[in-house]
């Protein structure tokens, strides 16, 4: 509605003297302000804030006459009257010097046709020259309590009780005089009521005149509180009658609300009562109150002191309050309330000690609300001076609040209802200027043939899609357009602003002429012309249709009423207008689909029909009148009508289903008469548009919201009136729809009044989205930066810089709460499903859920019908309901907790639901009800039940919460309540996260690397965090054996189902210790039944292909002769796991530091793998890239030839022992890259080679055998074939294995017959298998962890640890004799090792 803007500005008065301006008050078009001091008169203009002309009296005068005390203004702004303290009124003339001379003036530049303003008047008006000179000397004999004028009367109340009636030119024979104790006075205006009341020796304290009501409010000096109006035409004696507000003896102030007939009295306890005139019976009759609440103001609202002063804006949307104590307060017309200034940071400073409020003696509103100018009655100011600096001028002081105000309050017009429009002195405020959009599909294909012809909207491709929930949320910032200061200087003050339907475009009205602004142009149009601006103004408001402005003006050289449209793309000129004479002066104009509803001042309406033509080269409109209804019997007085709006709004929705094409038609008129909301319904019974009576829908009225749109999906939304009340929040008129079209009915009424509060005031309605837009006030404080002192300070420090920021709320639980009251679940129901989809339609029903319980629950009163039952009942309708049950307890104190789960059930049974829905999320925060609620048996019970689903779903966040939780129950206390988990993001690395930070070695012997090479400890280090304590502490009690013991269970069974993926990262995510349970479970669970099952189940699980050999590649290998057949076989399977720790596995990247290789992996649809051929080996062969002579560095990977199109140094060479080269050919490489191609994805294989490791570590060698045949890992069979000759291995895994091979072979050549050429060269170690078994041979020792030593030595993917990982190099064959690197060639290489960290890892694996 209002809001505070920026800081105040402080006025200082020119003139010297030591007289404080004490009252100030404008003339009736708020452009000249009259300030009076002890005996000054003061004249200031507005724009600019600039002082006019003063009138000192003399001392002779003033000692006669008393010093100045009031003032009033005759309503020509011609005259002003002042009333001294010795009884005495002086009239002044106000004489205007002439249009051509000005007291101030901008100086323009000379032959410039358009009036520009040079920078030092930016935006500045020329300020008239007035002087004031005395007229007549009146002496009343008696203290002048009040001052009203009342047309060319002027009314003046004294202190002996008596009421002057003068004339404005002071002839005293017109003079009258009427005493108090004439007038009867009775609680209303039928006499038989009662006796007449006593009102003898009171007097008038305060009065105003009120024309709407024909009469004057008044206040009385004993503190009543009444109404005076003359029974006929004249005031006389005789014909006034009073009527006294019954129990108010407190009175201190009055103020009239003319548009909405209110009269708000101040009161001494703080309070303001809003009285409005009881039609039927005349009596005075208390519509609401405006007082600070306790709730809101706990610190403040009793001692604020009395109300000095109560002041209506200019529009009459708003009151402002200012107290005794001091402060500011504002109040929409109903009694919403906007802001305070005696709580937050108005009233404390950033250090937070206390401010003392500013005292106001006297305000009064500027030109449309835009400034408020007060002036300060704070003595601290006067001390403040320096008695002995007596030259220093003493300036009055006035203070000059800005406001911004909503386009709602001037011009209610309602064709775009889900925008907010602020509009300031000189710059306006969207919430559309962030992502703009349609909001209905169907508003686009009704403007998408309305593009405008010259300029093309860049947005409209993106404005016409709708995207959901509306982007009319935003942030909290506006979108600001300054308005064009050419046409702001000439017409300032803006009376009108309206946005269009889009958000995309502006049109402003001030004194005379439009202007217009596009968001997508960034331009404002202006008339060319300036005498065309200068001769029209606008006077009923404007509005947009389509991309044409609809406006009701007046022509001042025709002195003609006119409807003028204006085409946005065309020039602003009249001969672009369509112009209709209209017979009346227009007060509101609106626009619904293709009509035009003009309220003009003889009471009647007027309704047009528009088309648009496209036939001519710019588009045009036809206007014609449609219907003209005189309204003179229901409407007393022009100007109490606040808005006038078409609507689709019927009382008998059934009609829409039968004729659903006239859903959308104009049915009634909405006229809200001064709070009074009437509804005009169309008659449809006869041919013409006859409407029937008019019905009242609702009081206290200030805005309405309807839209013209249709949705089948959210009818009772849409099809709704919204309506805004003030201090009564918001109201809504629902229809209700019978289920599945059947027949309503008869008793049921077809629609209903809601009530609901919200915490916002509200300036939109988004009727699909179900959210209410609206601005609240922020502070911001800045007197940090000045220093405090004695003297007057800036205002800066006094008071915070104001922000207006946009809000929303949420108001469809409160709808669905009233229909369940009201017994209308079916109707909520229907409602609610409709917007399930909403983002936020969880929240509403937990905000429903909560509200409810918070109100019954701690009710002091029995509760005979309760409400939580029904909406525990209403809730369960939706899958959401468990989730909406736990959240609202969690955030409910512990207290309500047994009402609560009393209406919607044992949360035993509500953890068990949860459980059976698969949502182990919302069944951990039921557990933390059930630690509360239970004793500690039932939630171990219960969280046992969850770990182990959770363990079996993979949900490891929860698995550890889990484990802490049922630590704490088991130590007996709970140290902080597991938080409730969030969903499990699935880990990047597929649930080998733990692995990464993991460092693990293979012990080495002396033949192989140092031990600084490979640092691999044997022990899995613990992640940080809680879970990295289990082990260590507490480790024997009960408790953490009762979860291993689950642990256990479920690592048994996932090695049971062969799931190694899944144990791996279940060991990964819960620090499980693998390697050691493994080790005891060898000869138990880790044996491995069935080795061809187990060798699918990997293949499935690891996403890893089964290896393929295309018939043609075997026949047309180059490598079938005897030469270069292990070309693939020696160096790939040399390559098989070393290539994925060469490289960097996160970037993709790999780096070799001998400066001779930079090779990118930059193929992404191929795989980083290796392979291996078949075929007996005749001859090592080496694929190498060509080196100079004095380089000795093998490549990195095999990876690299299939992953990279070009060497840096060199080409592709087929090296032999004794380095002859030979060039590959084509045919070879595609080989090669075949059986690279049967390798599964790298981090597959991380996971599988890291797998066996572990494997190995813990001496299951059956996984081991499993694991190398899937890498086809020639040498790791080798090894284990090896190690099984030195070990004491247990006949029956001897045997397993055996019977595995065998039974894989078996598979591999009826249905695999990819394994075969890998199956085939490790036949001699398989045969040295038999020997062992068939022999029986006994080992001498089997040390399966440290003793055990590769070929193969990878290291955990770790991204730091990149330099360390550029192992390559190829390694000999065990048919080769087992010939090892010798120790000094290592320390050769180690020297080397920073230059060439690819010699590194070549040495031979053995068992000690």
């Given at each position: 509605?209002?809001?505070?803007?920026?800081?105040?500005?402080?006025?200082?008065?020119?003139?010297?003297?030591?007289?404080?301006?004490?009252?100030?008050?404008?003339?009736?078009?708020?452009?000249?302000?009259?300030?009076?001091?002890?005996?000054?008169?003061?004249?200031?203009?507005?724009?600019?804030?600039?002082?006019?002309?003063?009138?000192?009296?003399?001392?002779?005068?003033?000692?006669?006459?008393?010093?100045?005390?009031?003032?009033?203004?005759?309503?020509?702004?011609?005259?002003?009257?002042?009333?001294?303290?010795?009884?005495?009124?002086?009239?002044?003339?106000?004489?205007?010097?002439?249009?051509?001379?000005?007291?101030?003036?901008?100086?323009?530049?000379?032959?410039?046709?358009?009036?520009?303003?040079?920078?030092?008047?930016?935006?500045?008006?020329?300020?008239?020259?007035?002087?004031?000179?005395?007229?007549?000397?009146?002496?009343?004999?008696?203290?002048?309590?009040?001052?009203?004028?009342?047309?060319?009367?002027?009314?003046?109340?004294?202190?002996?009780?008596?009421?002057?009636?003068?004339?404005?030119?002071?002839?005293?024979?017109?003079?009258?005089?009427?005493?108090?104790?004439?007038?009867?006075?009775?609680?209303?205006?039928?006499?038989?009521?009662?006796?007449?009341?006593?009102?003898?020796?009171?007097?008038?304290?305060?009065?105003?005149?009120?024309?709407?009501?024909?009469?004057?409010?008044?206040?009385?000096?004993?503190?009543?509180?009444?109404?005076?109006?003359?029974?006929?035409?004249?005031?006389?004696?005789?014909?006034?009658?009073?009527?006294?507000?019954?129990?108010?003896?407190?009175?201190?102030?009055?103020?009239?609300?003319?548009?909405?007939?209110?009269?708000?009295?101040?009161?001494?306890?703080?309070?303001?009562?809003?009285?409005?005139?009881?039609?039927?019976?005349?009596?005075?009759?208390?519509?609401?109150?405006?007082?600070?609440?306790?709730?809101?103001?706990?610190?403040?609202?009793?001692?604020?002191?009395?109300?000095?002063?109560?002041?209506?804006?200019?529009?009459?949307?708003v009151a402002m309050v200012t107290w005794e104590c001091g402060g500011l307060s504002l109040w929409s017309v109903f009694?919403?309330?906007?802001?305070?200034?005696?709580?937050?940071?108005?009233?404390?400073?950033?250090?937070?000690?206390?401010?003392?409020?500013?005292?106001?003696?006297?305000?009064?509103?500027?030109?449309?609300?835009?400034?408020?100018?007060?002036?300060?009655?704070?003595?601290?100011?006067?001390?403040?001076?320096?008695?002995?600096?007596?030259?220093?001028?003493?300036?009055?002081?006035i203070l000059q609040f800005q406001f911004i105000k909503s386009a709602l309050t001037v011009n209610p017009c309602m064709?775009?209802?889900?925008?907010?429009?602020?509009?300031?002195?000189?710059?306006?405020?969207?919430?559309?200027?962030?992502?703009?959009?349609?909001?209905?599909?169907?508003?686009?294909?009704?403007?998408?043939?309305?593009?405008?012809?010259?300029?093309?909207?860049?947005?409209?491709?993106?404005?016409?899609?709708?995207?959901?929930?509306?982007?009319?949320?935003?942030?909290?910032?506006?979108?600001?357009?300054?308005?064009?200061?050419?046409?702001?200087?000439?017409?300032?003050?803006?009376?009108?602003?309206?946005?269009?339907?889009?958000?995309?475009?502006?049109?402003?009205?001030?004194?005379?002429?439009?202007?217009?602004?596009?968001?997508?142009?960034?331009?404002?149009?202006?008339?060319?012309?300036?005498?065309?601006?200068?001769?029209?103004?606008?006077?009923?408001?404007?509005?947009?249709?389509?991309?044409?402005?609809?406006?009701?003006?007046?022509?001042?050289?025709?002195?003609?009423?006119?409807?003028?449209?204006?085409?946005?793309?065309?020039?602003?000129?009249?001969?672009?207008?369509?112009?209709?004479?209209?017979?009346?002066?227009?007060?509101?104009?609106?626009?619904?689909?293709?009509?035009?509803?003009?309220?003009?001042?003889?009471?009647?309406?007027?309704?047009?029909?528009?088309?648009?033509?496209?036939?001519?080269?710019?588009?045009?409109?036809?206007?014609?009148?449609?219907?003209?209804?005189?309204?003179?019997?229901?409407?007393?007085?022009?100007?109490?009508?606040?808005?006038?709006?078409?609507?689709?709004?019927?009382?008998?929705?059934?009609?829409?289903?039968?004729?659903?094409?006239?859903?959308?038609?104009?049915?009634?008129?909405?006229?809200?008469?001064?709070?009074?909301?009437?509804?005009?319904?169309?008659?449809?019974?006869?041919?013409?548009?006859?409407?029937?009576?008019?019905?009242?829908?609702?009081?206290?009225?200030?805005?309405?919201?309807?839209?013209?749109?249709?949705?089948?999906?959210?009818?009772?939304?849409?099809?709704?009136?919204?309506?805004?009340?003030?201090?009564?929040g918001m109201k809504v008129w629902l229809p209700l729809f019978p289920r599945d079209n059947r027949k309503p009915h008869?008793?049921?009424?077809?629609?209903?009044?809601?009530?609901?509060?919200?915490?916002?005031?509200?300036?939109?309605?988004?009727?699909?989205?179900?959210?209410?837009?609206?601005?609240?006030?922020?502070?911001?404080?800045?007197?940090?930066?000045?220093?405090?002192?004695?003297?007057?300070?800036?205002?800066?420090?006094?008071?915070?810089?104001?922000?207006?920021?946009?809000?929303?709320?949420?108001?469809?639980?409160?709808?669905?709460?009233?229909?369940?009251?009201?017994?209308?679940?079916?109707?909520?129901?229907?409602?609610?499903?409709?917007?399930?989809?909403?983002?936020?339609?969880?929240?509403?029903?937990?905000?429903?859920?909560?509200?409810?319980?918070?109100?019954?629950?701690?009710?002091?009163?029995?509760?005979?019908?309760?409400?939580?039952?029904?909406?525990?009942?209403?809730?369960?309708?939706?899958?959401?309901?468990?989730?909406?049950?736990?959240?609202?307890?969690?955030?409910?104190?512990?207290?309500?907790?047994?009402?609560?789960?009393?209406?919607?059930?044992?949360?035993?049974?509500?953890?068990?639901?949860?459980?059976?829905?698969?949502?182990?999320?919302?069944?951990?925060?039921?557990?933390?009800?059930?630690?509360?609620?239970?004793?500690?048996?039932?939630?171990?019970?219960?969280?046992?039940?969850?770990?182990?689903?959770?363990?079996?779903?993979?949900?490891?966040?929860?698995?550890?919460?889990?484990?802490?939780?049922?630590?704490?129950?088991?130590?007996?206390?709970?140290?902080?309540?597991?938080?409730?988990?969030?969903?499990?993001?699935?880990?990047?690395?597929?649930?080998?996260?733990?692995?990464?930070?993991?460092?693990?070695?293979?012990?080495?012997?002396?033949?192989?690397?140092?031990?600084?090479?490979?640092?691999?400890?044997?022990?899995?280090?613990?992640?940080?965090?809680?879970?990295?304590?289990?082990?260590?502490?507490?480790?024997?009690?009960?408790?953490?054996?009762?979860?291993?013991?689950?642990?256990?269970?479920?690592?048994?069974?996932?090695?049971?189902?062969?799931?190694?993926?899944?144990?791996?990262?279940?060991?990964?995510?819960?620090?499980?210790?693998?390697?050691?349970?493994?080790?005891?479970?060898?000869?138990?669970?880790?044996?491995?039944?069935?080795?061809?099952?187990?060798?699918?189940?990997?293949?499935?699980?690891?996403?890893?292909?089964?290896?393929?050999?295309?018939?043609?590649?075997?026949?047309?290998?180059?490598?079938?002769?005897?030469?270069?057949?292990?070309?693939?076989?020696?160096?790939?399977?040399?390559?098989?796991?070393?290539?994925?720790?060469?490289?960097?596995?996160?970037?993709?990247?790999?780096?070799?530091?001998?400066?001779?290789?930079?090779?990118?992996?930059?193929?992404?649809?191929?795989?980083?793998?290796?392979?291996?051929?078949?075929?007996?080996?005749?001859?090592?062969?080496?694929?190498?890239?060509?080196?100079?002579?004095?380089?000795?560095?093998?490549?990195?990977?095999?990876?690299?030839?299939?992953?990279?199109?070009?060497?840096?140094?060199?080409?592709?060479?087929?090296?032999?022992?004794?380095?002859?080269?030979?060039?590959?050919?084509?045919?070879?490489?595609?080989?090669?890259?075949?059986?690279?191609?049967?390798?599964?994805?790298?981090?597959?294989?991380?996971?599988?080679?890291?797998?066996?490791?572990?494997?190995?570590?813990?001496?299951?060698?059956?996984?081991?055998?499993?694991?190398?045949?899937?890498?086809?890992?020639?040498?790791?069979?080798?090894?284990?074939?090896?190690?099984?000759?030195?070990?004491?291995?247990?006949?029956?895994?001897?045997?397993?294995?055996?019977?595995?091979?065998?039974?894989?072979?078996?598979?591999?050549?009826?249905?695999?017959?990819?394994?075969?050429?890998?199956?085939?060269?490790?036949?001699?170690?398989?045969?040295?298998?038999?020997?062992?078994?068939?022999?029986?041979?006994?080992?001498?020792?089997?040390?399966?962890?440290?003793?055990?030593?590769?070929?193969?030595?990878?290291?955990?993917?770790?991204?730091?640890?990149?330099?360390?990982?550029?192992?390559?190099?190829?390694?000999?064959?065990?048919?080769?004799?087992?010939?090892?690197?010798?120790?000094?060639?290592?320390?050769?290489?180690?020297?080397?090792?920073?230059?060439?960290?690819?010699?590194?890892?070549?040495?031979?694996?053995?068992?000690?």
């Amino acid at each position: 509605m209002y809001f505070l803007s920026g800081w105040p500005r402080r006025l200082l008065c020119p003139l010297k003297g030591s007289e404080k301006p004490f009252y100030i008050q404008s003339d009736s078009r708020r452009l000249v302000f009259a300030l009076l001091s002890q005996t000054q008169i003061s004249l200031w203009y507005s724009r600019p804030s600039v002082l006019i002309v003063s009138y000192k009296e003399s001392a002779k005068a003033a000692s006669q006459f008393g010093s100045y005390e009031k003032t009033e203004w005759k309503s020509d702004s011609s005259m002003i009257a002042v009333a001294t303290a010795n009884g005495y009124i002086l009239l002044f003339d106000i004489v205007y010097s002439g249009q051509e001379k000005c007291l101030y003036e901008p100086v323009y530049p000379k032959g410039n046709p358009r009036v520009k303003v040079t920078p030092g008047y930016k935006e500045e008006q020329c300020a008239p020259s007035l002087t004031v000179e005395m007229k007549k000397v009146l002496d009343f004999q008696a203290k002048i309590t009040s001052l009203q004028s009342m047309q060319d009367d002027l009314v003046i109340a004294t202190n002996d009780g008596i009421l002057h009636l003068i004339h404005w030119d002071g002839l005293t024979n017109g003079r009258k005089a009427i005493n108090l104790c004439s007038v009867p006075f009775s609680v209303d205006l039928q006499s038989s009521r009662g006796p007449s009341l006593d009102f003898e020796s009171v007097h008038i304290k305060d009065m105003e005149y009120c024309a709407t009501l024909d009469g004057f409010a008044v206040v009385f000096d004993d503190g009543r509180i009444g109404f005076i109006t003359p029974v006929s035409s004249k005031l006389t004696a005789e014909n006034l009658h009073g009527v006294c507000a019954q129990e108010v003896t407190d009175g201190t102030c009055v103020a009239i609300n003319n548009k909405y007939k209110l009269m708000a009295f101040g009161c001494a306890n703080g309070s303001v009562l809003v009285y409005t005139m009881d039609t039927s019976t005349g009596a005075m009759q208390l519509s609401h109150k405006l007082e600070l609440t306790p709730k809101h103001y706990p610190d403040i609202w009793n001692k604020t002191g009395a109300v000095k002063l109560v002041r209506w804006s200019p529009d009459c949307s708003v009151a402002m309050v200012t107290w005794e104590c001091g402060g500011l307060s504002l109040w929409s017309v109903f009694g919403a309330h906007l802001f305070c200034t005696l709580d937050g940071d108005f009233a404390h400073y950033s250090d937070g000690t206390k401010k003392e409020p500013m005292k106001i003696s006297s305000m009064s509103w500027g030109a449309e609300g835009y400034h408020l100018w007060a002036i300060s009655s704070d003595s601290t100011q006067q001390m403040g001076n320096d008695l002995e600096n007596k030259s220093i001028i003493q300036q009055a002081e006035i203070l000059q609040f800005q406001f911004i105000k909503s386009a709602l309050t001037v011009n209610p017009c309602m064709n775009n209802q889900e925008q907010v429009l602020l509009q300031g002195e000189d710059r306006l405020y969207l919430n559309c200027g962030d992502t703009l959009q349609n909001q209905n599909s169907s508003t686009a294909s009704a403007n998408s043939g309305h593009q405008p012809v010259r300029e093309k909207n860049p947005l409209c491709t993106d404005i016409l899609v709708p995207q959901g929930l509306s982007t009319l949320l935003g942030h909290r910032h506006w979108h600001v357009v300054q308005i064009h200061s050419t046409y702001l200087e000439s017409n300032w003050p803006i009376k009108f602003a309206a946005i269009d339907r889009l958000g995309q475009c502006v049109a402003v009205a001030g004194r005379y002429g439009i202007a217009h602004y596009a968001l997508f142009t960034r331009k404002w149009k202006l008339f060319g012309n300036i005498t065309q601006e200068q001769n029209m103004a606008v006077t009923g408001g404007l509005a947009w249709w389509n991309d044409f402005i609809v406006l009701a003006c007046y022509n001042l050289i025709d002195q003609q009423e006119e409807l003028r449209l204006y085409l946005r793309s065309s020039n602003l000129d009249n001969v672009f207008a369509h112009i209709t004479k209209v017979q009346s002066e227009t007060l509101l104009i609106n626009v619904f689909r293709d009509m035009v509803i003009l309220f003009r001042i003889d009471c009647s309406i007027c309704l047009y029909s528009i088309d648009r033509k496209d036939d001519g080269p710019n588009p045009t409109a036809n206007v014609q009148v449609l219907q003209e209804v005189s309204m003179s019997r229901y409407i007393p007085h022009p100007s109490l009508v606040i808005s006038v709006t078409l609507t689709s709004v019927r009382t008998e929705t059934g009609i829409t289903f039968k004729m659903p094409q006239q859903a959308c038609a104009a049915e009634s008129i909405m006229l809200n008469l001064a709070g009074q909301l009437i509804m005009l319904q169309r008659d449809r019974s006869g041919p013409q548009l006859p409407f029937c009576a008019p019905v009242v829908l609702a009081q206290c009225v200030e805005n309405v919201w309807t839209t013209c749109r249709s949705n089948k999906q959210k009818r009772h939304l849409l099809e709704a009136l919204w309506l805004s009340c003030g201090e009564a929040g918001m109201k809504v008129w629902l229809p209700l729809f019978p289920r599945d079209n059947r027949k309503p009915h008869s008793f049921l009424s077809r629609r209903i009044m809601l009530p609901f509060q919200i915490n916002i005031y509200p300036l939109a309605v988004l009727f699909e989205d179900a959210l209410v837009l609206g601005a609240v006030n922020e502070t911001v404080l800045y007197d940090n930066l000045y220093v405090h002192n004695n003297v007057k300070e800036p205002l800066e420090v006094l008071f915070p810089f104001c922000t207006v920021e946009r809000t929303s709320q949420i108001y469809l639980h409160h709808i669905l709460r009233q229909l369940l009251v009201r017994n209308l679940g079916e109707q909520a129901l229907l409602l609610a499903q409709s917007c399930a989809t909403l983002p936020y339609f969880p929240h509403v029903l937990e905000l429903m859920l909560h509200e409810v319980l918070e109100e019954e629950a701690t009710s002091r009163e029995p509760i005979p019908d309760p409400l939580l039952p029904t909406v525990a009942k209403f809730i369960t309708e939706f899958p959401l309901f468990l989730q909406t049950v736990v959240h609202c307890a969690r955030k409910t104190e512990y207290a309500l907790w047994n009402y609560l789960f009393a209406a919607v059930g044992n949360p035993k049974d509500l953890f068990e639901e949860c459980l059976l829905a698969q949502d182990l999320d919302t069944a951990a925060s039921y557990l933390i009800i059930l630690q509360n609620m239970e004793v500690p048996a039932v939630s171990r019970q219960h969280a046992t039940l969850l770990f182990s689903t959770a363990l079996e779903q993979g949900k490891w966040d929860l698995c550890r919460h889990m484990i802490r939780f049922l630590k704490a129950i088991g130590a007996g206390e709970l140290e902080t309540p597991p938080p409730t988990p969030t969903t499990q993001e699935p880990s990047s690395t597929g649930g080998f996260e733990f692995f990464k930070h993991r460092s693990i070695s293979f012990s080495q012997s002396a033949e192989g690397l140092n031990a600084g090479k490979f640092n691999l400890q044997k022990a899995l280090s613990m992640p940080s965090g809680p879970s990295a304590k289990r082990w260590s502490k507490d480790a024997d009690s009960t408790e953490n054996m009762y979860i291993d013991e689950m642990l256990w269970r479920h690592a048994r069974r996932l090695l049971e189902e062969m799931r190694l993926k899944d144990l791996s990262s279940f060991a990964a995510q819960l620090g499980f210790e693998l390697i050691g349970w493994l080790g005891k479970e060898r000869t138990r669970v880790a044996r491995v039944e069935d080795f061809v099952k187990a060798l699918k189940r990997l293949h499935n699980d690891f996403l890893w292909p089964f290896p393929v050999i295309p018939s043609s590649c075997l026949v047309n290998s180059p490598f079938k002769n005897g030469k270069y057949k292990t070309v693939g076989d020696q160096f790939l399977k040399s390559q098989s796991t070393e290539t994925f720790v060469n490289s960097d596995l996160e970037s993709g990247v790999i780096n070799a530091r001998g400066s001779h290789i930079c090779l990118s992996l930059n193929t992404a649809h191929t795989q980083m793998d290796s392979g291996s051929l078949q075929g007996p080996q005749t001859q090592d062969a080496i694929l190498s890239p060509l080196l100079s002579k004095g380089d000795e560095c093998s490549i990195g990977s095999a990876t690299d030839l299939t992953e990279t199109s070009s060497m840096v140094d060199g080409d592709w060479t087929m090296v032999d022992e004794g380095f002859s080269t030979l060039s590959l050919t084509q045919s070879e490489l595609e080989y090669i890259s075949m059986e690279l191609a049967n390798k599964g994805p790298r981090k597959s294989q991380v996971q599988l080679s890291y797998l066996m490791h572990i494997f190995m570590e813990a001496g299951c060698l059956e996984w081991c055998i499993i694991i190398a045949l899937i890498l086809r890992d020639s040498a790791v069979i080798c090894q284990i074939i090896n190690s099984i000759q030195h070990s004491e291995i247990p006949m029956d895994i001897l045997q397993g294995i055996k019977d595995g091979m065998l039974a894989v072979d078996g598979w591999a050549s009826a249905d695999c017959p990819g394994y075969k050429p890998f199956l085939n060269r490790i036949k001699p170690q398989l045969q040295k298998l038999d020997e062992v078994t068939e022999e029986q041979i006994q080992p001498e020792a089997f040390q399966p962890l440290s003793r055990l030593s590769t070929s193969k030595a990878v290291e955990p993917p770790s991204p730091w640890a990149e330099d360390s990982r550029n192992t390559a190099g190829h390694v000999n064959s065990p048919s080769d004799g087992g010939g090892s690197v010798s120790r000094q060639e290592e320390d050769g290489q180690g020297e080397e090792e920073e230059e060439q960290p690819e010699d590194e890892g070549s040495y031979e694996c053995s068992l000690s």
